[in-house]
Protein backbone atom coordinates (compact mmCIF):
# COMPACT_ATOMS: atom_id res chain seq x y z
CA UNK A 1 0.00 0.00 0.00
CA UNK A 2 1.39 3.54 -1.02
CA UNK A 3 1.47 6.04 1.59
CA UNK A 4 2.48 9.64 1.53
CA UNK A 5 3.21 11.45 4.75
CA UNK A 6 3.76 15.16 4.54
CA UNK A 7 5.64 17.19 7.15
CA UNK A 8 7.33 20.87 7.71
CA UNK A 9 3.18 23.05 7.76
CA UNK A 10 3.41 25.70 10.27
CA UNK A 11 2.78 29.13 11.15
CA UNK A 12 5.08 31.46 9.32
CA UNK A 13 5.52 35.46 9.17
CA UNK A 14 4.53 36.74 5.86
CA UNK A 15 8.42 36.81 3.83
CA UNK A 16 9.53 33.57 5.79
CA UNK A 17 10.30 30.40 4.36
CA UNK A 18 9.60 26.85 5.12
CA UNK A 19 10.29 23.12 3.76
CA UNK A 20 7.72 20.56 3.12
CA UNK A 21 8.46 17.05 3.22
CA UNK A 22 6.59 14.21 1.31
CA UNK A 23 7.98 10.99 2.49
CA UNK A 24 7.03 8.33 0.32
CA UNK A 25 6.47 4.28 1.45
CA UNK A 26 5.23 1.18 -0.12
CA UNK A 27 5.91 1.10 -3.21
CA UNK A 28 8.90 1.51 -5.72
CA UNK A 29 9.56 5.41 -6.55
CA UNK A 30 11.76 5.39 -9.68
CA UNK A 31 9.24 6.09 -12.16
CA UNK A 32 6.88 7.90 -9.88
CA UNK A 33 5.79 11.55 -10.48
CA UNK A 34 5.59 13.56 -7.10
CA UNK A 35 2.96 16.65 -6.84
CA UNK A 36 2.09 19.24 -4.48
CA UNK A 37 -0.85 21.04 -4.46
CA UNK A 38 -2.66 23.27 -1.78
CA UNK A 39 -6.23 24.22 -0.63
CA UNK A 40 -7.37 27.23 1.24
CA UNK A 41 -10.42 27.32 3.32
CA UNK A 42 -13.30 27.69 0.94
CA UNK A 43 -11.53 27.18 -2.06
CA UNK A 44 -11.07 24.57 -4.66
CA UNK A 45 -7.33 21.81 -4.46
CA UNK A 46 -4.34 24.17 -6.56
CA UNK A 47 -1.80 22.98 -8.30
CA UNK A 48 1.79 24.08 -6.99
CA UNK A 49 4.06 21.72 -8.80
CA UNK A 50 5.37 18.50 -9.79
CA UNK A 51 8.59 16.74 -10.03
CA UNK A 52 9.32 13.36 -12.09
CA UNK A 53 11.01 11.04 -10.11
CA UNK A 54 13.50 10.20 -13.02
CA UNK A 55 15.51 13.24 -14.19
CA UNK A 56 14.04 15.56 -11.85
CA UNK A 57 11.91 17.87 -14.48
CA UNK A 58 9.92 20.04 -12.59
CA UNK A 59 6.92 22.17 -13.10
CA UNK A 60 5.30 24.81 -11.18
CA UNK A 61 2.26 26.84 -11.10
CA UNK A 62 2.53 30.04 -12.19
CA UNK A 63 0.60 31.20 -8.99
CA UNK A 64 3.92 30.78 -6.97
CA UNK A 65 5.60 33.15 -9.04
CA UNK A 66 9.08 31.33 -8.79
CA UNK A 67 9.03 31.59 -4.88
CA UNK A 68 8.97 27.95 -4.38
CA UNK A 69 11.12 25.07 -5.56
CA UNK A 70 10.36 21.54 -5.73
CA UNK A 71 13.08 18.83 -5.38
CA UNK A 72 13.80 14.88 -3.95
CA UNK A 73 15.98 12.57 -2.75
CA UNK A 74 15.16 9.41 -4.45
CA UNK A 75 17.50 7.44 -1.76
CA UNK A 76 15.01 9.09 1.01
CA UNK A 77 11.85 7.95 -1.00
CA UNK A 78 11.19 11.87 -0.28
CA UNK A 79 10.11 15.20 -2.46
CA UNK A 80 10.28 18.68 -0.62
CA UNK A 81 8.63 21.81 -1.48
CA UNK A 82 10.69 25.25 -0.17
CA UNK A 83 8.86 28.21 -0.02
CA UNK A 84 10.24 31.35 0.38
CA UNK A 85 8.72 35.12 0.21
CA UNK A 86 5.95 32.90 1.92
CA UNK A 87 2.58 35.76 1.72
CA UNK A 88 -0.39 35.27 3.62
CA UNK A 89 -2.34 33.99 0.01
CA UNK A 90 -0.36 30.90 0.65
CA UNK A 91 -1.93 29.99 3.62
CA UNK A 92 -3.54 26.75 3.08
CA UNK A 93 -3.24 22.64 3.34
CA UNK A 94 -0.82 21.49 1.43
CA UNK A 95 -0.69 18.18 -0.06
CA UNK A 96 1.33 16.04 -1.37
CA UNK A 97 0.32 13.53 -4.31
CA UNK A 98 1.69 10.67 -6.57
CA UNK A 99 1.45 8.63 -9.87
CA UNK A 100 3.71 5.63 -11.07
CA UNK A 101 4.59 7.09 -14.16
CA UNK A 102 5.17 10.07 -16.61
CA UNK A 103 2.26 12.58 -16.01
CA UNK A 104 2.79 15.60 -18.88
CA UNK A 105 2.71 19.30 -18.59
CA UNK A 106 -0.98 19.37 -19.63
CA UNK A 107 -1.99 16.34 -17.10
CA UNK A 108 0.57 17.34 -13.97
CA UNK A 109 -2.31 20.47 -12.57
CA UNK A 110 -5.55 18.29 -12.78
CA UNK A 111 -6.16 15.95 -9.44
CA UNK A 112 -7.12 13.24 -11.18
CA UNK A 113 -3.58 12.92 -12.57
CA UNK A 114 -2.53 11.27 -9.48
CA UNK A 115 -3.88 8.20 -7.87
CA UNK A 116 -1.76 8.69 -4.00
CA UNK A 117 -2.23 11.64 -1.86
CA UNK A 118 -1.22 12.67 1.81
CA UNK A 119 -2.84 14.04 4.68
CA UNK A 120 -2.17 17.16 4.07
CA UNK A 121 0.12 19.94 6.45
CA UNK A 122 -1.01 22.97 7.35
CA UNK A 123 0.91 26.52 6.63
CA UNK A 124 -0.41 29.48 7.77
CA UNK A 125 1.18 32.73 6.79
CA UNK A 126 -0.03 35.67 8.76
CA UNK A 127 1.78 38.28 11.53
Known amino acids: QVQLVESGGGLVQPGGSLRLSCAAS????????MAWFRQAPGKEREFVGA????????YSADSIEGRFTISRDNAKNTAYLQMNGLKPEDTAVYYC????????????????????WGQGTQVTVSS
Open 26 to 33: GGSFSTYT
Open 51 to 58: IRWIGGTT
Open 97 to 116: AAREGYVSLRESDNTRSYDY
